[in-house]
Structures are given as structure tokens and as C-alpha cells.
């Protein structure tokens, strides 16, 4: 198999070898566009190249070398020829795209003789020039290792000298100068001169390229995206064209439509006289793409059809790099464009409007886990707020923190639990792990298309760039913006989808679905066979839930309810009694205030099931801590003038609080455990489940309560529990003249629940996997202290895949709960079954749930959206 392919022999197919870009260079090479001609190393290659412990083998090196002498061919110049050279760019390219993250070297070929070939061949020393000048920063930046600032300086001093502000004024002379004090820089730095054999230079290029896959801001992206750290990359050798040729001459970037918004209009901008990387570096800011129909009329026409053309090819939005030498236009890249969720979800269905793709593409075209960006809530658009000032809106949604101007320092805050804005004139690639910490990014300068606004729309980060009337003073550590000065530390919001930078803290609303959005779920559910429930604990929940599309409650604890401050009292009244008789006093308290929350979410799901789970978790939780009240009662006990009532009553508590005190309570007196030894309390939420019920029933609605027992190990405790519930039925019926239809069932949360699922069905109408607690008695792991200790190392050295507490393990626990479905249904064929825990709402365990058969997925309700999306995937 070869280990490099000319452009005009690269496919599609074949991207796992060529990488992204080199497939796509080589699939538009053979449409005919016009893409400068050139070669790609593949990926096999490169992982060829770490297995030979970083070299090159005699026979990839042949293959280069006849690749070149074709290149060579093809563009009638020679690589170091002195009259004529030609020159080369070497990219990166990943099989998934990784904007920015890696190395590219453009202008390769250069040196003190070809320059000269160069300027007198276009009769243009200045540009030729500008092209060296270019080649050995990056050159000594990717290769050598030398930093782009020192580099940075001699520009920035040279035009202080000659007293003008931007890049394009200076001259040759300047140019000569400047390349002078680069070659001094690289032999100080690196004790070699700059290397002026194009063949060297070519061969050290290719193999930094390699090295970029393992450098520190590729490896932090695709930690974040879940990429895995053994494709390697492909490199791209590619004939130079030029947009730093004068004023016919330019470079850009666009998306064939608009990646914030999805609206269906070239979005993306340009800069004349410029080559690539001055774009998507944010260092000039670059006019607006529809400019460009003003300024070459031609050439915007011929884009415009061009981006059409590779957008009806590649069936979907384009993001395409382009450069304009001398009024003709090359295009240097199309990649399928990163967007915003709302984006996505516009495209995807405007696209089956179209007659481009069918529903159920369209369907796989959106992530469900980037939906927790159009899921998020927004500022308030009734509320006056203090706008300091306005950039691009690079992409939407809200965020408030303090403001911070180095990633470092963003990255520690976040660390601390601090929220923070990222401020910074422009964001390069090494910031990625600021962005990664910070809540939104702002930058002062940049465009749409700048590595910051790319960064955040992939990630669902609000974002607002090329805000150029703030002035940002990295020095003194302030923004000025008008009048107003903020410093480091306080708080900032922006508003990515307007470009709205605030003074302070915005209030918030929730979200509402785009009538796109509406759309795509509604073909989702055409499609899924699982249904959606929603974990909820009070009305408010259930009625969102319900208008995101929930079909019933499959988790209302209980618990929430009792923690409410006003309960608490009574609660901890109950819990204290001495006697049945003083329990009884509290419980009966305690009846009607349940019974109206039962209401309540009887009310909002009308018509609709609803799980209501008895009191879960051990009881010492509705009592104070058992340490701070150990010190309140050595302080009264000490003081000269203490009260004697009140050290007594604390004294009383303390003992109480002691005995209840556990050792293990995850796996202490919980969950059913709690209703066998106090029958007393889950009679009071039964009775007030069925009065409620009643109650609704008669005011109208339709009822379906569906009581379920946790925690339930052996089947003699469910057994236990529903006589219990059964013998409340009969009791609630003698007081109001009143029986309605309902269920018992059980969570299946431990392991010998599903091991003897078969015996435990008998007593059971229905199955809840409790993921969350049947994760942590399956692994015997405690979520609190994993995931404070030890998990996420465990995830660092891949011990485990993933964290097991979000990402259901199918090979364990997914193990247990595919033989509880299959046992419970051997003797209960229509048991219903469904999974109640944080997985109903992650994408990877809800295809998993609909691949074991389960009737449903109970999910918060800002996921069930996402859920029915999944649910669907899972069907295509
Ligand atoms: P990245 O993956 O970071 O986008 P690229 O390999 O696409 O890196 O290169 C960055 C920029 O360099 C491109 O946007 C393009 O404008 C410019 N470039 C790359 N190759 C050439 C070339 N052969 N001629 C002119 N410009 C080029
Ligand atoms: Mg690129
Ligand atoms: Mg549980």
C-alpha cells in the first residue's frame, strides 16, 4: 500500500489514510476545482513513523521523492530551482478535523538565493520578501521550536521605528532588514543557521507535522472530543499560491452557511493582500465575505457557485479556505463546517426541505449531547441591562464570570469552582485549555472565523470576537470600554448571540424550542421505540418536562419534598419521636402536605403514568450534622450563662443523631429497609398517594400512579411492602367510597435484584433500573468518594473507558440489567420495564436501553429533548 497519494488520486473513501483534508483536496481536485496541485503523506505513515521511533523508512522517503518530481512536474518549477522555485506549503491533516490544533508551514522552499529568484521572477521584491520573512517564523516556530514573540518583536519595533501601524506598509528595505534580525534570532536560539536546503527543510517540515499530532494543545482537544490518540495525522504537501500579492491578491474563509444560526447565507470574511494564517489568527480583523462582491465581483460569483457545488457533493454546510493570487481564485480546503446546536438542528431539517437528505440522516445529523446548548436558558429580554459595549457575535448563548486574561489563570480559577469570562485580545491555539475553564470568551480582536470563535461554537461556548472598541490592558491587568473601567476579577457577562458585553451578573430564563427543533423531535418520534419519562419532584418540573415532550413521570422522589425547610421541622419531629404513638402525631402532619404534592403532579401530568418512589435515602440526612452539632452542645456546655432547656434539647438531639449515625449509609438503613422497620411512614405516602389520586380523579384529571419500592434486595421485602401498599388501598377506599387503578413495582438498584429478578417479578408490575446505585453496588463503589479520589485518575490511565456514574458500563452493570429484563420477563411477560437513572438521559446508555428492549428512558427534564433525539438514533 503506498504511503503517499497525488491529489488527483485521493478519495473520500480513503480518509482514514488521508486525513480530512487531504481526501477532501484530493475528491475537489478531481471535480476539477481549482486546487493547487500537490501530495499527501498518509496517516499509515505517520504511525509507521512512531513505530520506527520517529524516523522515516528508506522506502517512504522514495515515495516522497517521486512524489515531488511529479509536483515538480505538474507546476513547471523546481523545488530550490534560483530562477524559478517552487514553493511549497506542508499541512497537517487529521481523518478528524481538528481546527488549528496542529502545525502547517507555508512558503517552504525559500532561502538567500531562491528569494532572489523569486522577486525578480514576479518583479516584486517586496513580496518575496514577505514570503521569506514569513517562512522563517513559522519555520523556526513548528521545526525549531523557537517562540513566535521573539519573531512578533522585531515586526512590532520596525514599525514603531518607521512610525506606521499595520504589516502592509512596509517596505522591501524593512522586509531585508527584519529577515536579517530573524537569522540572527534562529542561530542565538538554536546555535544552526537558518537550514537553506529546500530538500532539508522539506524533510524537517513533514516530520514536525508528525510531531504536532503528540503536541500539548492537539492532545487536550481530543481528550475534550473524545478522539482517540492513534490515528496519527496525514501530511499535505501543496504547490504555494499567493494572497500576499498585492491588492488583486487576498485569502478567506467561509462557511457555506451560518454556523452560529444555520440561516442559509455565505457567512465569512477576507483580507486582501494577506495569506491565510493572518485570518483564521485574528491578528487583522477581515472585512465581511458579501464586501467581496463589491471589491472582485468575479470572483465572489465564481466562490459562490463553487460553495454550492461542494455543498450539494459533501451533502452538507462547507467550511472552505480560499486565496486569490492575482484575480484568480484557488480554494485550499472544504471540511464539513463546525456549528452551534441550533445551527445543526436549522441545517439538518432545512437540508430535508431541500430534498438534500432524507429525515432519518437528518436525525444522525445532531448530536444529542450538543443539544445542552439550545437546552440552556438565556438572558432575559425584559430586563434592562448594562451594555458596556458590542463585537461579533461569534457564538450564542449567555454567561456571566469574572474576567480573566490568561488561560493559566482561567484554567486555576475553574479549578477553585470560580466562574470565568476569558478575556483576551485574540485567542490562539495554546489557550485551549483557558477556553476549555472559562464560561465564554471575548476578544477584541478576530473575526468570525478566528480560532476562538471555531473553538467555542465547537465546544457550545458563548463567545463574542473582534470587539474592537474595548480596550483590553494586559498590563494593568483592566478593559476600558467608554467610560468604563473593569478590572480583573469582576464580573462580565456577554451575550454570544447578539455580541452583547455586560457590565455584572444577567438574570436568566429557560429556553424555549426553535420551531425547527419542534420539527426534528417530531420525525424523532416517528422513529424511537422508547418512551420518554421525566424525573421529577414537584409540579413545575413535571409541567417542563411534559411541554419538552415527556410521557410521564419515571422517577418523583420523595425525599425532595421533605427537604423543603418548612417539612424539615416536622420531618425531624418525626423522625425523633420516642413512641409510635408521638411518630403517628407527626406523620399525620405531614399527610396533607404530601398529599397536595401528590396533587400537584397528578395535575400536570394528566393522562399520564407517574412513578412515585417511597422515602429513599437514611434519615440522618433530615437531621443536623452530626459534627457541628457536637461542637454547639461543647459550647453551651462551657458558657457561664448557657440555658439548661436548650443544652438539654440539644443533648437529646445528639443522642439521636448518634444512633442514627452509620458507617456505611449508602448501604445502610435505606430505601425499603426504612418501610419494613417504620411500616408507619411509607403508609402516610401511600395514603397520601391514593388520596391525591382521588382527589385528582375527581377534579377531572386521569390518574395512573405507579408506586414503586427502592432498594428492594430479596423478594420477601417487596412482598412486605406491597401487602402494605395493598392493605392502605383497601383502607384509603373504605374512607372515601373511592378505588383507582394502580401499580406497584420495584427499583432494581442492587445486584441480587437482578440476579433473582425471575422470584422478584412475581410481586412486581414493573422494573426501574436505578443505575446510579446499582453502578455503585455493582463496582462497590461509592460515587462521593470515587469521583473524588481516585475515578477520574482511573479515566486519566484508561483503567476505565469512561466514568461509569455518566456513561452506562454495558459490561457489567448493563450486564445485570439485561438479565433482570430477561428474567422478570420469563415469568411476567408484560412487565414493564424502564431506567430511572442519570443514564435515561446520556445518548450512548439510552441506545443501549433501546437495544436491551426496555419500555422507557426517565431523564431530567432538560434532557428529554435529547432523549427523544437518542431514542431515535438508536432506531435508524
Ligand atoms: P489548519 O489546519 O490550521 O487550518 P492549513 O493546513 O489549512 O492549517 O493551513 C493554514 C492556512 O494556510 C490555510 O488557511 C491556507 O490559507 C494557507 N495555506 C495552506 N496551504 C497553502 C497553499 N498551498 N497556498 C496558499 N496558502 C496555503
Ligand atoms: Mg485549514
Ligand atoms: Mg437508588
Not at 471535480?31 to 493547487?36: D, I, N, R
Not at 500537490?38 to 520506527?52: D, H, R, V
Not at 419515571?554 to 420516642?578: K, N, Q
Not at 473507558?801 to 448493563?814: A, M, Q, S, Y
Request: aromatic share 6%.
Amino acid at each position: 500500500k503506498a504511503f503517499v497519494v497525488s491529489f488527483e488520486d485521493g478519495r473520500l473513501e480513503e480518509k482514514h489514510l488521508l486525513g480530512g483534508k487531504g481526501a477532501n483536496l484530493g475528491e475537489m481536485t478531481r471535480a476539477g476545482l481549482p486546487v493547487p496541485s500537490g501530495f499527501t503523506i498518509t496517516t499509515a505513515a505517520c504511525l509507521s513513523y512512531y513505530q520506527e521511533n520517529r524516523t522515516l523508512t528508506e522506502q517512504q522517503k522514495q515515495e516522497i521523492a517521486t512524489a515531488l518530481t511529479r509536483l515538480e512536474q505538474q507546476a513547471g518549477k523546481k523545488l530550490g530551482d534560483a530562477k524559478d522555485p517552487l514553493l511549497v506549503s506542508v499541512r497537517s491533516g487529521a481523518v478528524v478535523s481538528m481546527p488549528g490544533m496542529m502545525d502547517t508551514v507555508l512558503n517552504l522552499g525559500l532561502n538567500d538565493e531562491t528569494v532572489e529568484g523569486l522577486a525578480s521572477l514576479t518583479n516584486n521584491p517586496r513580496f518575496a520578501l514577505d514570503c521569506y520573512r514569513r517562512f522563517i517564523q513559522m519555520f523556526s516556530d513548528v521545526v525549531m521550536g523557537i517562540p513566535h514573540y521573539r519573531f512578533e518583536r522585531v515586526i512590532e519595533a520596525r514599525k514603531v521605528e518607521r512610525g506606521i501601524a499595520s504589516d502592509t506598509e512596509l517596505t522591501a528595505e524593512d522586509w531585508r532588514e527584519v529577515i536579517q534580525q530573524f537569522k540572527a534570532i534562529v542561530k542565538e536560539e538554536s546555535r544552526e543557521d537558518f537550514p537553506q536546503q529546500p530538500e532539508e527543510q522539506l524533510h524537517r517540515a513533514i516530520i514536525a507535522v508528525f510531531d504536532s499530532w503528540n503536541n500539548q494543545r492537539a492532545r487536550i482537544y481530543r481528550k475534550i472530543h473524545k478522539i482517540s490518540d492513534d490515528l496519527g495525522t496525514a501530511v499535505n504537501v501543496q504547490m504555494m499560491v499567493f494572497g500576499n500579492m498585492g491588492e488583486d491578491s487576498g485569502t478567506g474563509v467561509a462557511f457555506t452557511r451560518n454556523p452560529s444560526t444555520g440561516e442559509n447565507q455565505l457567512y465569512g470574511e477576507y483580507l486582501i493582500n494577506a495569506q491565510g494564517e493572518d485570518v483564521v489568527a485574528g491578528i487583522r480583523t477581515p472585512e465581511p465575505i458579501q464586501s467581496l462582491a463589491e471589491r472582485m465581483p468575479a470572483i465572489f460569483t465564481e466562490f459562490r457557485e463553487i460553495s454550492r457545488r461542494l455543498e450539494e457533493h459533501y451533502q452538507d454546510m462547507q467550511d472552505i479556505e480560499f486565496t486569490v493570487e492575482r484575480g484568480k481564485l484557488y480554494i485550499l480546503q472544504t471540511r464539513s463546517g463546525k456549528r452551534t446546536a441550533h445551527a445543526a438542528v436549522k441545517i439538518a431539517v432545512d437540508f430535508v426541505e431541500e430534498g438534500v437528505i432524507g429525515k432519518n440522516e437528518a436525525i444522525n445529523r445532531v448530536d444529542p449531547d450538543h443539544l445542552d446548548q439550545i437546552l440552556h436558558r438565556r438572558i432575559d429580554p425584559n430586563v434592562q441591562l448594562n451594555v458596556l459595549t458590542k463585537g461579533l457575535p461569534a457564538s450564542p448563548g449567555a454567561a456571566s464570570g469574572l474576567i480573566v486574561f490568561d488561560a493559566d489563570h482561567a484554567e486555576r480559577l475553574s479549578q477553585n469552582g470560580k466562574k470565568v469570562i476569558l478575556v483576551r485580545p485574540e485567542t490562539t491555539p495554546e489557550d485551549i485549555h483557558g477556553i476549555v475553564a472559562a464560561e465564554g470568551i471575548l476578544t477584541s480582536r478576530g473575526g468570525m472565523t478566528s480560532h476562538a470563535a471555531v473553538v467555542a461554537r465547537g465546544m457550545g461556548k458563548p463567545c463574542i470576537c473582534g470587539c474592537e472598541e474595548l480596550q483590553i490592558d494586559l498590563k494593568q491587568k483592566k478593559i476600558i470600554a467608554g467610560n468604563t473601567v473593569m478590572k480583573e476579577g469582576e464580573l462580565l457577562s456577554i451575550d454570544g448571540g447578539t455580541g452583547k458585553v455586560i457590565k455584572g451578573q444577567v438574570p436568566l430564563i429557560d429556553p424555549e424550542l426553535s420551531s425547527e427543533f419542534q420539527t426534528l423531535l417530531q420525525w424523532a418520534d416517528e422513529l424511537r421505540q422508547l418512551r420518554v419519562r421525566t424525573n421529577a419532584d414537584n409540579p413545575k418540573d413535571a409541567a417542563k418536562a411534559r411541554e419538552f415532550g415527556a410521557e410521564g413521570v419515571g422517577l418523583c422522589r420523595t425525599e425532595h419534598m421533605f427537604m423543603e425547610a418548612d417539612r424539615v421541622p416536622l420531618v425531624r419531629e418525626m423522625i425523633l419521636a420516642e413512641n409510635m404513638a408521638e411518630r403517628q402525631e407527626a406523620l399525620e402532619k405531614l399527610l396533607p402536605l404530601q398529599q397536595e404534592d401528590f396533587y400537584g403532579i397528578f395535575q400536570s401530568m394528566d393522562g399520564l403514568p407517574v412513578t412515585i418512589r417511597l422515602l429513599d435515602p437514611p434519615l440522618h440526612e433530615f437531621l443536623p450534622n452530626l459534627e457541628e452539632l457536637l461542637t454547639e452542645v461543647a459550647r453551651l456546655s462551657v458558657a457561664p450563662d448557657t440555658d439548661r432547656l436548650l443544652l438539654k434539647e440539644k443533648e437529646d438531639l445528639l443522642r439521636k443523631v448518634r444512633s442514627l449515625h452509620e458507617f456505611n449509609p449508602m448501604l445502610g438503613h435505606r430505601g425499603c429497609r426504612l418501610g419494613l422497620i417504620y411500616p408507619e411512614i411509607y403508609a402516610m405516602q401511600v395514603e397520601a398517594i391514593f388520596l391525591a389520586a382521588v382527589q385528582a380523579d375527581q377534579a377531572g384529571y386521569q390518574v395512573l400512579p405507579e408506586i414503586m419500592i427502592p432498594l428492594v434486595g430479596h423478594v420477601n421485602e417487596l412482598r412486605e411492602m406491597r401487602n402494605l401498599v395493598e392493605e392502605t388501598a383497601i383502607r384509603v377506599k373504605e374512607q372515601t367510597g373511592h378505588t383507582l387503578p394502580y401499580t406497584v413495582g420495584t427499583m432494581i438498584e442492587v445486584p441480587r435484584a437482578a440476579l433473582t429478578a425471575d422470584e422478584i417479578a412475581l410481586e412486581a408490575d414493573f422494573f426501574s433500573f436505578g443505575t446510579n446505585d446499582l453502578t455503585q453496588t455493582t463496582f462497590g463503589y461509592s460515587r462521593d468518594d470515587a469521583e473524588g479520589k481516585f475515578l477520574h485518575q482511573y479515566i486519566d490511565q484508561k483503567i476505565l473507558p469512561e466514568n461509569p456514574f455518566i456513561t452506562l458500563d454495558t459490561g457489567g452493570v448493563g450486564k445485570l440489567v439485561e438479565m433482570g429484563v430477561r428474567a422478570g420477563r420469563s415469568v411476567k411477560p408484560a412487565l414493564k420495564t424502564g431506567i430511572c437513572g442519570e443514564h435515561g438521559g446520556e445518548k450512548a446508555s439510552i441506545r443501549f436501553c433501546h437495544d436491551t428492549g426496555l419500555d422507557y428512558v426517565s431523564c431530567s427534564p432538560f434532557r428529554v429533548p435529547l432523549a427523544r433525539l437518542a431514542a431515535a438514533q438508536a432506531a435508524v
